[in-house]
């Protein structure tokens, strides 16, 4: 521990001195990643890109798992500010609270990388930037892809997510935007299926019976793939074939919507990419070679997928997960 | 009792003609209470005398009545323990009312931290506190915990709490219950050089041994009322024993006759067989035969543990030295379970608390005992359950409505009856009846009694608490009395009185010596 | 399994609370009550209510006991949780559907024997011992799952989801299996005598011989066996094991279903069939809020009002004014006492 404080200080000593940038960067980089938890299939896939992704580019990872609580998040920085890293990685559970905890990580010298989630401040300089998916965007790429494919016109029924929460918010505003553009376009029912898939399925089965058996429901938009999955087993259920009687359109990319999409029962997914440490470890490295500040909001992809590639996208994606 | 010194200094701590009453019962009913300047003062007295509403009126947990209150001349009238003890009325209950999780410093400086720079100056708390501790020879880690500490040092901290916050008055709530003869001895050296400091302390305890080993004076109460004020020294213990029990008794009983043998009990062997049993803390060794067709009475003052012997038997608490012989053979008494294999059945003293299960139908409360001898896995069919609750119910005349009336609701007579039904529906070879009338009316009282002495006549083993002295006389064919929890003497026979259960009672201890005069 | 004790105004708010919450249903949504055959199994939102309705009812089920003996067991959910891994973890491994449902079925039996020397040998508190399997249980069933959804395709596990048997959806067969079950255990032995009287004074059962070390772990170990069971069903029906989310929240539902079904949380008198019906209430009242229509964010106020109908019914003070039943069996103790020669047989 102090072994590895001294060399840090030692190798944040030369760069403060201006030995020069070329030199610091035959230093291994030393990132230290404080990540939520392990609380969904997406949260460990990001944290294993993560890993991937620095060992790719030669960086020491450390991650230290908050566990969901961010008093932990904040011991979890100050003992990364105490070993002296190169640049701070947070994944925040909660938008509030970090100001204190922040100027400490800035007077010691150290870029913060917001990853995944914003956090609420009145000084955006306490961090250097946000990778972040733009949620309302996914639900706009999912609502016009929709659009698209029924020609502007198709009863909706939406399972949102927990209700309150950000994603949920987003998803369908960005939604909503498209519906609005198209007035052969209606939701016509919304429930919330707390992002899981018990909840999703136990929503479509009631959205099934209200309208009168499934016949009325052209599409089923999920905020993400879980609930689409449990939809699809209730449409199943149902005697309706999902895919075809009933369209399945979500949010996230998991690997079980490609399989569902390789087996012709779910039609689009948007991707909310897993590698949100990527795009933060080239713009630290470039910051780090020649100071170059990176824009404050980094938006990762959001891409469309589409049946004709799921199955070698499932193989893709299967071991990331 | 008034203050017969009407010179120039009032006594510490007078109380005039203090009453108080509870829904119409009249707890306190006019009594004095005087404590002078260094002094020991017991007070004492059975159940219900009053005791503890006395020491809760005068620190104003309770307000009182009527009546007054004056410390060395000061009217006073606190209303709680706190103002109390800034008026100099420190009380210590037998659970001290500290702090466990806090250190010792602290609970000693509880409310009143040196403070310095506006912080806890804790540097000068513990040296404090060590300084506050020493003269009472305790030298311990003040800043430990103080639940790490045995309650008789947890006393002697509570102790030290009230005299370094300046008490006049000390109020020892049985202090001694749960201690050991050598914590015992500890305690008393503390409190007889507060008495020479000039502290009045108040003394509450059932040991009459140590109200001779230690006590001045002695104030008696009895169902709320004043039975008198005595010096210790010309109170002789029989007369104490008397003014208790509220009994006038004959010069004639002050001897004890030494317990003769009856050759003609002996000749049967006992059903069960004690010897050398009994538990720390709790009740001294004693050894007793219960024989069939024998009624045992367990006779002393409160406190003197009669209720602890009864628990012992029944295995209801689990005795560490000792043997326990049924039929000659040795036995094993770890717990109830044990016990009602072995035949024995037992009615406890807090018949609501431990007895009854209240919310439960009288009739699932008679079958209770018998059902779990039998085992969860045969269970007695619903028929056989109604009739044994009904054949209870008529023989016993339980008076409830119908068998699945819950029990909480009948009356105390009847609840107890029912669980006598509970005890007898498993045909017990040993009844162990604690207080089997407390709180019942009359009536029942008699019909209780009447049982007791069929189901003897009918060959079954006996063992009664019981606190009516007449009423263990009328049944028993032996009485052991107890005095300081230590069985003091048999009577068999011809002995068994209740002028001789009052003398064993007040008999002095053999081997701690003569009281001072 | 409500006792003979109990008259029909005993139960009488239970019943009417669920025929109120599905008449209600029925007027917001006029097809409520239509059921038809699909694949061979029922389907209609009554059916609905009963099959979504299974894992609360089963956690229920065991809940009642731990509830009657003056206990309460909040790691339930979490051991749902437990179960579901376990079972789909094996399932995945490609291990057989016998073996897979005994190993889930011994985790719950294990984490019920633990609560139950916790409560029973330790003597902690209740809420407090199963706190610490509601923390931990979570997190052992995410290391299960290694922090991910793990979806099976073995039609046997998830026919116990999704099958039916006799057109019934095989969760409500479930339930109804191990409610007759559990009733049969507790009726037809001494075990319901045992776990009153413990839950009404564990004292004074104890004093009357009572094994309450034993009966403690008895009714948190069967608590255990129902909420793995419970996990089996919600696993199976979504033919994956969601470590995260499984029986969330859960515990709390179980709770208030025994409370609607009229066990006291202060213990003793119990009725099973009573707590099953109290979560098809709460049920009943989900599937009814989904299908009003009604925008999410009121499901929680609707809830909650209902629910506070439902137990204002029960209330003591309002019981008052409904009508007392008759007293079963009155037995006149006879003026004069025969003779008593009690030590005459019992």
Known sequence: ?321 | ?517 | MTRSVSGPSRTLPQYGALAAVLLANWLLFPDFFSIRLQDGRLFGSLIDVLNRGAPVALLAIGMTMVIATRGVDLSVGAVMAISGAVAATLTQAGWGLAPVLAASLAAGLLCGLWNGLLVAVLRIQPIVATLILMVAGRGIAQLVTEGQIVTFTSPGLAFIGSGSFLTVPMPVVITAILLGVTALLVRMTALGLMIEAVGVNRLSSAGAGVNTPVVLIAVYVWCGLCAAVAGLVVAADIRGADANNAGLWLELDAILAVVVGGTSLLGGRFGLLLSVVGALTIQAMNTGILLSGFKPEFNLIVKAGVLMVVLLLQSPTLTLFLPRPANPRPVRAPAKPESPSPSAGA
């Open chain 2, 1 to 517: 009792m008034t203050d017969p010194t009407p010179t120039a200094s009032p006594p510490l701590l007078a109380i005039r003609g203090l009453s108080k009453a509870f829904l119409g019962v009249q707890a306190l009913d006019g009594v004095d209470f005087t404590v002078r300047h260094g002094e020991i003062h017991a007070l004492l007295g059975e159940n219900g005398a009053g005791k503890s509403t006395l020491i809760k009126t005068l620190t104003g947990v309770y307000q009182r009545d009527a009546g007054t209150v004056t410390l060395e001349g000061r009217a006073i009238a606190p209303r709680g323990v706190e103002e109390a003890q800034r008026l100099h009325i420190g009380t210590v209950y037998q659970e001290v009312n500290l702090l466990p999780n806090l250190s010792v410093a602290e609970n000693l400086f509880l409310g009143r931290q040196p403070m310095r720079f506006g912080l806890v100056d804790r540097g000068a708390m513990r040296r404090r506190a060590r300084a506050v501790l020493m003269p009472y020879g305790l030298s311990l880690d003040v800043t430990a915990p103080l639940g790490r500490f045995s309650v008789a040092t947890q006393q002697i901290v509570a102790i030290a709490r009230a005299v370094d916050m300046s008490a006049k008055v000390l109020i020892l709530d049985e202090p001694t219950a749960s201690l050991d003869t050598q914590e015992v001895a500890v305690l008393f050296k503390v409190m007889r050089t507060l008495r020479s400091r000039g502290i009045g302390i108040v003394f509450v305890t059932h040991f009459l041994d140590q109200v001779y080993a230690l006590c001045d004076r002695i104030t008696v109460l009895r169902n709320g009322r004043l039975v008198g004020e005595r010096r210790t020294a010309e109170l002789p213990r029989l007369d104490l024993v008397a003014m208790m029990l509220g009994r006038e008794l004959e010069a004639a009983a002050h001897r004890i006759a030494l317990p003769a043998d009856d050759a003609e009990e002996d000749a049967r062997p006992p059903l069960v067989r004690f010897r050398g049993y009994g538990k720390a803390r709790s009740v001294e060794p004693f050894d007793l035969d219960i024989r069939p067709g024998e009624v045992v009475g367990l006779a002393g003052l409160l406190g003197s543990g009669r209720t602890e012997t009864a628990r012992l038997v029944f295995g209801m608490d689990r005795a560490d030295r000792g043997e326990a012989a049924v039929d000659g053979r040795a036995v094993r008494l770890r717990g109830p379970r044990d016990a009602i294999q072995l035949g024995f059945g037992f009615c406890p003293e807090d018949r609501k608390k431990e007895g009854i299960v209240g919310a439960l139908s009288v009739r699932e409360n008679i079958i209770l005992a018998l059902q779990a001898r039998q085992g969860w896995l045969r269970p007695l069919p619903r028929r056989r359950q109604e009739e044994i609750a009904d054949r209870f119910i008529r023989l016993l005349d339980i008076r409830t409505p119908h068998a699945e009336q819950p029990i909480q609701f009948l009356s105390g007579g009847n609840q107890q009856k029912a669980l006598l039904a509970r005890w007898l529906a498993t045909e017990p070879r040993l009844l162990i009846l604690d207080e089997p009338t407390r709180g019942i009316d009359v009536g029942a009282h008699a019909e209780i009694i009447r049982l007791i002495e069929r189901l003897c006549a009918d060959g079954m083993a006996l063992l009664v608490v019981s606190s009516e002295l007449e009423e263990i006389v009328a049944y028993s064919r032996r009485v052991v009395v107890l005095r300081d929890r230590r069985h003091v003497a048999e009577l068999r026979g011809g002995e068994v009185a209740v002028d001789r259960i009052v003398a064993a009672i007040a008999s002095e201890p053999a081997v701690a010596g003569e009281p001072r005069p």
């Open chain 1, 1 to 321: 521990m102090s072994r590895t404080w001294l060399i840090s200080a030692a190798a944040a000593a030369a760069l403060l001195i201006g030995l020069g940038g070329a030199q610091a960067a035959d230093k291994k980089l030393v990132v230290g990643f404080s990540q939520i938890g392990s609380e969904s299939g997406w949260r460990a896939a990001e944290t294993k890109t993560a890993k991937t992704e620095a060992e790719k580019r030669g960086i020491d990872l450390k991650i230290s798992d908050a566990q969901q609580k961010q008093e932990n998040q904040i011991k979890a920085v100050r003992s990364f500010v105490a070993q002296g890293v190169d640049a701070i990685f947070i994944a925040p559970v909660v938008a509030t609270g970090w100001d204190s905890v922040l100027k400490e990580a800035k007077e010691a010298k150290i870029p913060v990388v917001l990853l995944d989630r914003q956090i609420e401040t009145r000084d955006p300089g306490l961090y250097m930037t946000a990778v972040t998916s733009d949620t309302v965007l996914e639900g706009r790429v999912a609502g016009e892809w929709l659009a698209k494919q029924t020609g502007g016109t198709c009863n909706v029924v939406e399972l949102q997510g927990t209700v309150g929460s950000s994603p949920a918010i987003n998803r369908k505003k960005g939604f909503d935007e498209v519906v609005a553009k198209n007035p052969g376009m209606k939701i016509i029912r919304t429930q919330s299926g707390d992002f899981t898939r018990a909840k999703g399925k136990e929503v479509m089965e009631s959205f099934i019976k209200a309208e009168n058996g499934g016949k009325g429901i052209c599409a089923v938009y999920a905020h993400n793939d879980d609930m689409a999955v449990g939809a699809i087993q209730a449409i199943k259920e149902a005697g309706l074939k999902p895919g075809k009687d009933i369209l399945v359109v979500s949010i996230d990319g998991v690997p079980d919507i490609f399989k569902a999409m390789a087996d012709g029962e779910a039609n689009a997914t948007v991707e909310l990419t897993p590698n949100m440490a990527g795009p933060a470890f080239d713009a630290l490295i470039a910051f780090k070679k020649d100071g170059k500040a990176p824009p404050k909001w980094i938006q990762t992809e959001s891409a469309l997928f589409t049946p004709d590639t799921a199955k070698a996208e499932y193989e893709r994606r299967k071991d990331a997960y």
